[in-house]
Protein backbone atom coordinates (compact mmCIF):
# COMPACT_ATOMS: atom_id res chain seq x y z
CA UNK A 1 0.00 0.00 0.00
CA UNK A 2 1.37 3.38 -1.00
CA UNK A 3 2.01 6.18 1.69
CA UNK A 4 0.25 8.89 0.27
CA UNK A 5 -2.31 9.40 -2.35
CA UNK A 6 -2.01 12.57 -4.24
CA UNK A 7 -4.59 13.83 -6.47
CA UNK A 8 -4.45 16.90 -8.82
CA UNK A 9 -7.39 18.04 -10.52
CA UNK A 10 -6.83 19.13 -13.78
CA UNK A 11 -9.03 21.05 -16.34
CA UNK A 12 -7.62 22.29 -19.26
CA UNK A 13 -4.25 22.66 -17.48
CA UNK A 14 -1.64 22.06 -19.79
CA UNK A 15 -0.18 25.46 -19.24
CA UNK A 16 0.97 24.57 -15.89
CA UNK A 17 0.23 21.10 -15.17
CA UNK A 18 3.56 19.73 -15.28
CA UNK A 19 5.63 22.34 -13.07
CA UNK A 20 3.04 21.03 -10.50
CA UNK A 21 3.62 17.53 -11.34
CA UNK A 22 7.17 17.58 -11.52
CA UNK A 23 7.29 18.88 -7.98
CA UNK A 24 5.58 15.65 -6.58
CA UNK A 25 7.91 13.34 -8.65
CA UNK A 26 10.82 13.16 -5.58
CA UNK A 27 8.35 11.15 -3.67
CA UNK A 28 9.20 8.17 -5.71
CA UNK A 29 7.43 5.02 -5.13
CA UNK A 30 5.95 6.18 -1.43
CA UNK A 31 3.15 7.86 -3.43
CA UNK A 32 0.66 7.46 -6.12
CA UNK A 33 -0.26 10.80 -8.27
CA UNK A 34 -4.22 10.79 -9.08
CA UNK A 35 -4.23 13.24 -12.31
CA UNK A 36 -7.84 13.39 -12.42
CA UNK A 37 -8.57 15.13 -15.88
CA UNK A 38 -11.98 16.20 -15.19
CA UNK A 39 -13.14 16.27 -19.06
CA UNK A 40 -11.11 18.50 -20.45
CA UNK A 41 -11.39 19.34 -24.07
CA UNK A 42 -9.59 22.65 -25.06
CA UNK A 43 -5.74 21.46 -24.55
CA UNK A 44 -3.72 18.30 -24.46
CA UNK A 45 -4.44 18.19 -20.37
CA UNK A 46 -5.50 14.08 -21.12
CA UNK A 47 -2.68 13.50 -23.47
CA UNK A 48 0.19 14.84 -21.14
CA UNK A 49 -1.68 12.78 -18.29
CA UNK A 50 -0.98 9.54 -20.02
CA UNK A 51 2.55 10.74 -20.63
CA UNK A 52 3.27 10.79 -17.04
CA UNK A 53 1.24 7.30 -16.52
CA UNK A 54 3.27 5.75 -19.27
CA UNK A 55 6.83 6.98 -17.81
CA UNK A 56 5.53 6.43 -14.44
CA UNK A 57 3.98 3.66 -14.15
CA UNK A 58 2.92 2.23 -10.32
CA UNK A 59 3.52 5.87 -9.47
CA UNK A 60 1.64 8.24 -11.66
CA UNK A 61 -2.31 7.27 -12.89
CA UNK A 62 -4.47 8.97 -15.26
CA UNK A 63 -8.01 8.95 -14.26
CA UNK A 64 -10.30 10.59 -17.35
CA UNK A 65 -13.65 11.66 -16.08
CA UNK A 66 -16.59 13.70 -17.54
CA UNK A 67 -16.46 17.27 -16.34
CA UNK A 68 -17.87 17.61 -13.05
CA UNK A 69 -16.00 20.43 -11.08
CA UNK A 70 -13.50 20.86 -8.74
CA UNK A 71 -15.01 18.84 -5.88
CA UNK A 72 -15.91 16.32 -8.81
CA UNK A 73 -12.66 15.97 -9.38
CA UNK A 74 -11.26 15.40 -5.75
CA UNK A 75 -14.31 13.01 -4.71
CA UNK A 76 -13.06 10.92 -7.60
CA UNK A 77 -9.35 10.96 -6.16
CA UNK A 78 -10.87 10.07 -2.94
CA UNK A 79 -12.67 7.27 -4.66
CA UNK A 80 -9.52 5.67 -6.47
CA UNK A 81 -6.83 6.68 -3.66
CA UNK A 82 -4.86 3.74 -2.38
CA UNK A 83 -2.58 5.63 0.29
CA UNK A 84 -2.69 5.45 3.74
CA UNK A 85 -2.81 9.40 3.49
CA UNK A 86 -4.46 11.61 0.74
CA UNK A 87 -3.38 15.10 -0.22
CA UNK A 88 -4.78 17.33 -2.69
CA UNK A 89 -2.57 19.38 -4.62
CA UNK A 90 -4.47 21.94 -7.43
CA UNK A 91 -2.81 21.56 -10.87
CA UNK A 92 -1.33 25.44 -10.78
CA UNK A 93 0.14 24.88 -7.26
CA UNK A 94 3.52 22.90 -6.67
CA UNK A 95 5.65 21.73 -3.39
CA UNK A 96 8.80 22.64 -2.38
CA UNK A 97 11.13 19.33 -1.80
CA UNK A 98 12.78 19.62 1.01
CA UNK A 99 9.64 19.81 2.97
CA UNK A 100 8.09 17.11 0.77
CA UNK A 101 10.90 14.78 2.20
CA UNK A 102 9.94 16.03 5.66
CA UNK A 103 6.38 15.59 4.98
CA UNK A 104 6.85 11.77 3.82
CA UNK A 105 9.69 11.28 7.02
CA UNK A 106 7.09 12.09 9.29
CA UNK A 107 4.19 10.35 7.92
CA UNK A 108 6.20 7.03 7.34
CA UNK A 109 7.55 7.23 11.10
CA UNK A 110 3.41 7.45 12.27
CA UNK A 111 2.68 4.07 10.18
CA UNK A 112 5.97 2.16 11.40
CA UNK A 113 5.46 3.74 15.09
CA UNK A 114 1.90 2.33 14.74
CA UNK A 115 0.63 5.85 15.64
CA UNK A 116 -2.98 6.50 14.67
CA UNK A 117 -2.80 10.14 12.97
CA UNK A 118 -6.06 11.64 11.17
CA UNK A 119 -4.68 15.09 10.06
CA UNK A 120 -1.10 16.44 9.34
CA UNK A 121 -0.66 20.19 9.14
CA UNK A 122 1.95 22.03 7.46
CA UNK A 123 2.67 26.00 6.08
CA UNK A 124 1.40 26.97 2.70
CA UNK A 125 3.41 29.99 1.26
CA UNK A 126 1.42 32.26 -1.00
CA UNK A 127 2.68 32.74 -4.60
CA UNK A 128 1.02 35.41 -5.60
CA UNK A 129 2.04 36.96 -8.80
CA UNK A 130 4.24 40.22 -9.13
CA UNK A 131 4.81 40.20 -5.39
CA UNK A 132 8.52 39.79 -3.80
CA UNK A 133 7.58 39.26 -0.01
CA UNK A 134 5.56 36.09 0.39
CA UNK A 135 3.13 35.27 2.67
CA UNK A 136 3.67 32.38 4.85
CA UNK A 137 0.35 30.89 7.15
CA UNK A 138 2.11 29.14 9.74
CA UNK A 139 0.16 27.69 12.72
CA UNK A 140 3.42 27.69 15.33
CA UNK A 141 1.63 29.92 18.01
CA UNK A 142 -0.93 27.83 17.79
CA UNK A 143 -0.50 24.57 17.32
CA UNK A 144 2.16 22.19 18.84
CA UNK A 145 5.22 21.46 16.70
CA UNK A 146 6.63 18.33 16.07
CA UNK A 147 4.39 15.47 17.97
CA UNK A 148 0.92 14.15 18.27
CA UNK A 149 -2.01 16.22 19.57
CA UNK A 150 -5.80 16.64 20.20
CA UNK A 151 -7.76 19.54 20.00
CA UNK A 152 -7.36 20.08 23.60
CA UNK A 153 -3.90 20.73 23.50
CA UNK A 154 -4.24 23.37 20.74
CA UNK A 155 -4.52 27.33 21.91
CA UNK A 156 -6.41 29.67 21.51
CA UNK A 157 -7.44 30.13 17.28
CA UNK A 158 -7.23 33.35 16.16
CA UNK A 159 -9.76 35.13 13.19
CA UNK A 160 -6.89 35.19 10.77
CA UNK A 161 -5.59 31.47 11.38
CA UNK A 162 -7.33 29.27 9.55
CA UNK A 163 -6.38 25.34 8.07
CA UNK A 164 -7.08 25.88 4.12
CA UNK A 165 -6.57 22.67 1.53
CA UNK A 166 -3.36 23.80 1.31
CA UNK A 167 -2.73 23.29 4.53
CA UNK A 168 -3.43 19.42 5.63
CA UNK A 169 -3.07 16.03 4.63
CA UNK A 170 -5.97 13.29 5.80
CA UNK A 171 -5.78 9.80 6.30
CA UNK A 172 -7.59 8.71 3.92
CA UNK A 173 -10.57 6.04 5.49
CA UNK A 174 -10.88 9.32 7.65
CA UNK A 175 -12.31 10.87 4.30
CA UNK A 176 -13.83 7.70 3.08
CA UNK A 177 -15.90 6.92 6.03
CA UNK A 178 -16.74 10.44 6.93
CA UNK A 179 -19.53 10.68 4.25
CA UNK A 180 -17.80 13.57 2.51
CA UNK A 181 -19.15 14.38 -0.84
CA UNK A 182 -18.23 17.29 -2.05
CA UNK A 183 -21.13 19.38 -4.83
CA UNK A 184 -20.65 18.65 -8.96
CA UNK A 185 -20.12 22.11 -10.45
CA UNK A 186 -19.60 24.09 -7.85
CA UNK A 187 -16.96 26.36 -6.94
CA UNK A 188 -15.23 27.12 -3.64
CA UNK A 189 -16.30 23.39 -2.51
CA UNK A 190 -12.66 23.47 -0.67
CA UNK A 191 -14.31 25.03 2.33
CA UNK A 192 -16.43 22.09 2.81
CA UNK A 193 -13.49 19.88 2.15
CA UNK A 194 -11.49 21.41 5.39
CA UNK A 195 -14.51 21.82 7.29
CA UNK A 196 -16.74 18.46 7.48
CA UNK A 197 -13.85 16.02 7.81
CA UNK A 198 -12.73 18.15 11.13
CA UNK A 199 -15.83 16.45 13.07
CA UNK A 200 -14.23 13.05 12.61
CA UNK A 201 -10.52 14.29 13.69
CA UNK A 202 -8.93 13.94 16.85
CA UNK A 203 -5.20 12.95 16.09
CA UNK A 204 -3.07 15.78 14.34
CA UNK A 205 0.76 16.37 13.51
CA UNK A 206 1.73 20.02 12.89
CA UNK A 207 5.01 20.17 10.92
CA UNK A 208 6.36 23.78 10.71
CA UNK A 209 7.52 23.30 6.97
CA UNK A 210 6.58 25.71 3.78
CA UNK A 211 5.31 22.66 2.08
CA UNK A 212 3.15 23.75 -0.40
CA UNK A 213 3.10 26.91 -3.13
CA UNK A 214 -0.10 28.40 -3.48
CA UNK A 215 -0.21 30.70 -6.42
CA UNK A 216 -2.01 33.51 -7.39
CA UNK A 217 -2.08 35.54 -10.21
CA UNK A 218 -4.29 34.14 -12.85
CA UNK A 219 -7.23 36.24 -14.09
CA UNK A 220 -9.08 33.82 -14.38
CA UNK A 221 -8.71 32.30 -10.98
CA UNK A 222 -11.31 31.08 -8.59
CA UNK A 223 -9.90 33.39 -5.65
CA UNK A 224 -9.80 36.67 -8.18
CA UNK A 225 -12.42 38.72 -6.25
CA UNK A 226 -14.46 39.59 -9.94
CA UNK A 227 -14.40 36.13 -10.33
CA UNK A 228 -16.00 35.46 -7.33
CA UNK A 229 -18.63 37.69 -7.56
CA UNK A 230 -19.50 36.70 -11.00
CA UNK A 231 -19.90 33.05 -8.91
CA UNK A 232 -21.98 34.23 -5.92
CA UNK A 233 -24.59 31.69 -6.15
CA UNK A 234 -21.90 28.94 -5.84
CA UNK A 235 -20.16 30.74 -2.44
CA UNK A 236 -23.49 31.32 -1.10
CA UNK A 237 -24.13 27.88 -1.82
CA UNK A 238 -21.43 26.59 -0.03
CA UNK A 239 -22.02 28.62 2.71
CA UNK A 240 -25.31 27.55 3.37
CA UNK A 241 -23.90 24.25 3.06
CA UNK A 242 -21.70 24.47 6.01
CA UNK A 243 -24.35 26.24 8.24
CA UNK A 244 -26.72 23.11 8.02
CA UNK A 245 -23.43 20.27 8.84
CA UNK A 246 -22.38 22.74 11.73
CA UNK A 247 -26.31 22.82 12.59
CA UNK A 248 -27.08 18.96 12.02
CA UNK A 249 -23.79 18.61 13.92
CA UNK A 250 -23.63 20.56 16.66
CA UNK A 251 -24.56 18.49 19.72
CA UNK A 252 -21.19 16.43 18.98
CA UNK A 253 -19.16 19.98 17.78
CA UNK A 254 -19.84 21.08 20.90
CA UNK A 255 -18.59 18.74 22.87
CA UNK A 256 -14.70 19.51 22.12
CA UNK A 257 -14.09 23.19 22.96
CA UNK A 258 -11.23 24.06 20.87
CA UNK A 259 -12.93 22.30 17.64
CA UNK A 260 -15.88 23.91 18.61
CA UNK A 261 -14.50 27.22 18.56
CA UNK A 262 -12.43 27.07 15.62
CA UNK A 263 -15.54 25.73 13.30
CA UNK A 264 -17.68 28.42 14.42
CA UNK A 265 -14.88 30.78 14.10
CA UNK A 266 -14.21 29.39 10.22
CA UNK A 267 -18.10 29.85 9.53
CA UNK A 268 -18.11 33.14 10.62
CA UNK A 269 -15.07 33.67 7.93
CA UNK A 270 -17.28 32.07 5.13
CA UNK A 271 -20.09 34.52 6.27
CA UNK A 272 -17.91 37.18 6.16
CA UNK A 273 -16.75 36.51 2.88
CA UNK A 274 -19.87 36.33 1.42
CA UNK A 275 -21.22 38.64 2.85
CA UNK A 276 -18.89 41.27 1.45
CA UNK A 277 -19.00 39.88 -1.95
CA UNK A 278 -22.45 40.74 -2.22
CA UNK A 279 -21.84 44.19 -0.63
CA UNK A 280 -19.14 44.72 -3.53
CA UNK A 281 -21.10 43.55 -6.17
CA UNK A 282 -23.01 47.12 -5.49
CA UNK A 283 -26.01 45.39 -6.91
CA UNK A 284 -30.15 45.45 -5.02
CA UNK A 285 -30.57 42.02 -5.98
CA UNK A 286 -26.84 40.63 -4.59
CA UNK A 287 -27.94 43.07 -1.70
CA UNK A 288 -30.85 41.13 -1.04
CA UNK A 289 -29.14 37.98 -1.11
CA UNK A 290 -27.05 38.72 1.57
CA UNK A 291 -30.36 39.49 3.28
CA UNK A 292 -31.81 36.42 2.88
CA UNK A 293 -28.18 34.20 4.08
CA UNK A 294 -28.47 36.23 7.22
CA UNK A 295 -32.00 35.54 7.38
CA UNK A 296 -31.43 31.55 6.67
CA UNK A 297 -28.62 31.25 9.41
CA UNK A 298 -31.14 32.48 11.69
CA UNK A 299 -33.81 30.13 11.16
CA UNK A 300 -31.43 27.12 11.41
CA UNK A 301 -29.82 28.55 14.88
CA UNK A 302 -30.85 31.72 16.56
CA UNK A 303 -28.08 31.40 19.07
CA UNK A 304 -25.32 30.63 16.35
CA UNK A 305 -27.00 33.80 14.47
CA UNK A 306 -26.80 36.09 17.56
CA UNK A 307 -23.78 35.07 18.34
CA UNK A 308 -22.57 36.05 14.99
CA UNK A 309 -24.47 38.86 14.56
CA UNK A 310 -23.38 40.66 17.59
CA UNK A 311 -19.69 39.62 16.67
CA UNK A 312 -17.42 41.94 15.80
CA UNK A 313 -16.88 40.85 12.24
CA UNK A 314 -20.61 39.88 11.61
CA UNK A 315 -21.68 43.34 13.22
CA UNK A 316 -19.53 44.99 10.95
CA UNK A 317 -21.10 43.06 7.79
CA UNK A 318 -24.34 44.13 8.64
CA UNK A 319 -24.13 48.22 9.08
CA UNK A 320 -27.01 49.77 7.85
CA UNK A 321 -27.50 52.14 4.66
CA UNK A 322 -24.32 52.74 2.12
CA UNK A 323 -22.07 54.29 4.78
CA UNK A 324 -22.08 51.04 6.40
CA UNK A 325 -21.52 49.06 3.80
CA UNK A 326 -18.52 51.31 3.15
CA UNK A 327 -17.10 50.79 6.18
CA UNK A 328 -17.41 47.21 5.93
CA UNK A 329 -15.41 47.39 2.78
CA UNK A 330 -12.77 48.76 4.52
CA UNK A 331 -12.60 46.68 7.61
CA UNK A 332 -11.98 44.29 4.35
CA UNK A 333 -9.70 45.78 2.37
CA UNK A 334 -7.07 46.08 5.80
CA UNK A 335 -7.63 41.88 6.63
CA UNK A 336 -7.05 41.52 3.03
CA UNK A 337 -3.61 43.30 3.30
CA UNK A 338 -2.89 41.66 6.62
CA UNK A 339 -3.36 38.06 5.26
CA UNK A 340 -2.76 38.75 2.11
CA UNK A 341 -5.59 36.86 0.62
CA UNK A 342 -7.43 37.64 -3.11
Not at 35 to 52: L, P, V, W
Not at 139 to 154: E, G
Not at 187 to 198: H, I, S
Not at 269 to 274: A, D, E, G, R, Y
Amino acid sequence: MKLLSIAIPCYNSAAYMKKCINSLLPGGKDVEILIIDDGSTKDDTAEIADRYEAEYPGIVRAIHKENGGHGSAVNTGIENANGLYFKVVDSDDWVQEEAYKQILDTLRTMVEGGKSLDMLVSNFVYEKEGEKRKKVMHYRHILPKDKLFTWSDCRHFSKGHYILMHSVIFRTRLLKDSGLRLPEHTFYVDNLYVFEPLLHVENMYYLDVNFYRYYIGRADQSVNEGVMISRLDQQIKVNKMMIDYYVDNKQKIMQTKRRRQYMRNYLEIIMTVSSILCIRSGTEEHLGVKKELWKYLKQKDKLLYLWMRNGIMGGAMNLPGRGGRKISVEGYRICQKIFNFN
